[in-house]
Structures are given as C-alpha cells and as structure tokens.
C-alpha cells in the first residue's frame, strides 16, 4: 500500500517543514544529544526562504508591493537568492543590492537563473581594510548596500525594500514555522539552541517559540570572529554615521542584545567551521554549508558542557553549494 502524496499548487507550499535529524559520528564520546534542523533541504536551498516568503505576503497584505512591482535587499547572498526565488514564482521582480567584490560566482548564478538583477555596491574603503582576508559577517558588508535599497525604494514607487535586518515578519516567520516545527519534533524536549546570529531572525524567532514550553530554554549564539556584530557595534555606528546610513535603531540583533537572551556567544574561525562542515559531509551525509558547520561545532561545545540527558537544536541554513567556489564562514 502506498503512501499518500500531496500535489502542491507552487513550490512555496515546499518551504518549511524540513527535517531534523539526531548527529551521531561527529558527536561521537558527547554524553547529550545535538539535533540539526535541515534547511538546506529548502527549494532555493536555505533557511532563507522561510522569512522571504512571510515578508513578501506581508507586505502584500499591507499594500506595500503590488503587481509589476520589484523586491529589492541588501544581501551577501542567501537572503537575495530566496527573495529573488520567491518573485520568480510569483511574477515579481528583483534587484539586489549586493557588496561588490563579495559576490561568489556560485551565487551570482544562481541569482541570474530566478531572473534577478544584481546591482554591486561598493561596502566602502574602511570596511574593505576592516574585513580583508578575515571571516566575515554580512551584517558588516551591508552597509552602504542598505543605503542604496532605500534610495532606490524612495526614488521609484514600484520597488519594496525588504529590509530584512529590520522587517519584524524575519522573527515572526521564525517563530511561526522554525521554532514551531523544532517544538513538534521534540514535543517540546529542548534544553538549548544553538544558531549563527546574521540578521537575529532564526535566533529571536526561535527563542520565542522555544520559550513558550520551556522557560528555562538557554540560547548560543555563534559569529565569525573576526567581524562580530556584537563586539564591533561601536565601529558599525562610525561607518553608520560616516556614510549617513539609515536603520541601526530597530535592529533585530539590537533587540536581541537589549533583551540579554543570550547564555554565551561563540566566535568562530574560519577553520572551525570549514572543517566541521567537511565533517558533517563525509560522516553524517549532511550536504551543508559552512554557517552549519560553525553551528554544529557550538552545539558541540555546549553538549560538552550540559552533559548526560540534556537535548541540544541547532541550524544547518544552507547547502554546500553555496560554497563550490569559495569557503568562508559567512553569516
């Protein structure tokens, strides 16, 4: 007897939903269980998705994009590719305002195959100098980026400007899908959570959800380390006020910090992270990226710590795919 199958009206209805499955070779002599949550497994390949399609609707709702109308962000890549994903099969347009000389080939073309425009930005000399050769977090990268969605977005009525380090839908679809689904799939049994910072999204959306059945529940949070949101605030709000950019109150990951949810921030090196990710490749058959190997790395070190019995999530955001060309732990 076989098993019933949906059809689905479009490929939206594919996001989320996504599996979780218990790590056992890399774990291996850690006494507590660690969990990854599998969002590469997405359409367009990444967590992502989930908070392109619940602001893209959103806005709809409020009148803010309309028929023949453009979606535009700032984005080192995965959050370009799933808004640019989510406008193909719904007949928007997109153009994404991307930092210049940080754009993979592996991104590139994928954002030129869902018909994206990509419009590069220079992220400004400090910040170049600041970030050369070193691990990087897009949040940095996006800068001068941000300024131009806004500019383009005042200038043209037909372009909506996602603003997805801002857009309260980030934490809402995290909260409504993500922690929702971890709550199911662990009936609740969840001592910590484990994810990469980047906009704060995944990590407050998930809290949230995670809070309501377990009070207790302790958050870690993991950042490259050399470009750390949280340590580098203070030269953030010099670029910020050098360059006139918009947007640094009402930061996702301001809220987070003013909220002082997190038990511990881990900062990673590159190395850590490319050598977990290879890890999770040849030894749990887990096809992810970099950003999930710093994850799991955390996750490790935090089961080390909680020791026998205690249940630890984490993320794995995106596909190896993403990362043919180059390795770099990016958030």
């Not at 590719?81 to 997109?94: E, W």
């Not at 009936?187 to 407050?204: C, H, N, P, R, Y």
Request: glycine content about 8%; hydrophobic content about 35%.
């Amino acid at each position: 007897m076989g098993c019933e199958m949906k059809i689905y009206n479009s490929i939206l209805e594919a996001i989320g939903n996504t599996p979780m499955v218990k790590l056992n070779r890399v774990t291996k002599g850690i006494e507590a269980d660690v969990f990854a949550k599998c969002e590469f497994m997405n359409p367009s390949g990444s967590i992502k998705d989930r908070i392109a399609l619940k602001m893209i609707e959103e806005a709809e709702k409020e009148g803010l994009l309309k028929h023949g109308g453009t979606v535009t962000d700032s984005s080192t890549g995965n959050t370009a590719i799933a808004l640019s994903f989510v406008c193909a099969v719904k007949g928007y347009k997109s153009k994404m305002c991307m930092p210049k000389g940080w754009i993979s080939e592996d991104r590139r073309k994928t954002l030129e195959s869902y018909g994206a425009d990509i419009l590069e930005v220079d992220p400004g000399e400090e910040i170049e100098q600041e970030l050369k050769d070193k691990d990087v977090h897009g949040g940095v990268l996006e800068l001068l980026p941000r300024k131009k969605c806004l500019e383009m977005e005042v200038n043209d009525r037909g372009i909506w400007w996602a603003r997805q380090a801002l857009n309260p839908n980030n934490i809402k679809a995290h909260r409504e899908t993500t922690g929702k689904e971890i709550v199911e799939q662990t009936d609740g049994k969840v001592d910590a959570f484990v994810a990469a910072i980047g906009t704060g999204g995944t990590l407050l959306g998930v809290y949230e959800a995670l809070k309501e059945v377990n009070p207790n529940i302790k958050v870690y949070a993991v950042e490259p380390s050399s470009s750390s949101l949280f340590q580098t605030e203070t030269k953030i709000r010099k670029y910020m006020e050098k360059y006139d950019i918009p947007g640094i109150t009402g930061w996702i990951i301001s809220e987070i910090k003013k909220m002082n949810i997190i038990e511990k921030t881990y900062l990673i090196e590159d190395k850590e992270a490319i050598e977990m990710a290879h890890r999770l490749c040849k030894e749990e058959g887990l096809f992810c990226g970099i950003s999930s190997g710093a994850n799991v790395y955390v996750a490790c070190c935090v089961a080390k710590t909680l020791g026998k019995g205690k249940r630890i999530v984490t993320i794995l955001p995106d596909s190896r795919y993403r990362y043919f060309k180059e390795e770099h732990f990016t958030t």
